[in-house]
């Protein structure tokens, strides 16, 4: 009787559990095909991974496929700008300071009234396939001006299902060419 009553409260906890948003996702593009279609069929999902002074964070998000990387980017301040407006606005100017301490830093892209100044850039870890079926990596610097689509192209021998585009805060940390383009192992 007793194990009966715990398999079921186990069930209801997992039938109330939050989803995932990549089962969101999929749940709309199951039950909802012509909407998903019309809003999503020129958007591939990719995943940003920002590197701070407070470590690492992924952000994953549906892109147009034509976006440049400078686009992206832009986008992607966007973002983390929206997040600290809604912080902002939802705990005022003294409580939302001591939270913004913990969000990802925003200086990788300086935004002026007259100009808009791109001192950053995106790279992605290309994989080279060894002989003797290891695999390493090289880190690839991706032009501005390059179409997610074409940046795709370049990595066809590698899966781009799930496409990581990275950021650095601080580019000086890879601003030496020798060691940016050193090969990894993995």
Known sequence: MTSDFY??????????KAISEDEWYEYLEKNYPDWWKSVYHNKWRIN???????????YPMYINKNYTMEEIMIHFYKILMSQRLAIYMCFGKDISGNIVKFLPEIDFYTQYKTCKTLNNYI?????IFNIDNTIDFKRFRVPNNKRLIHLCGDLCEQDTTNLNLRIRKDTK???NKHNFEKIFSY
């Open 7 to 16: 398999k079921r409260k186990s069930l209801l906890a997992n039938a109330r």
């Open 123 to 127: 790279y992605v870890h290309k994989r």
């Open 48 to 58: 940003i991974i920002y590197y701070d002074t407070n470590g690492s964070s992924v």
């Open 173 to 175: 940390v890879l601003s």
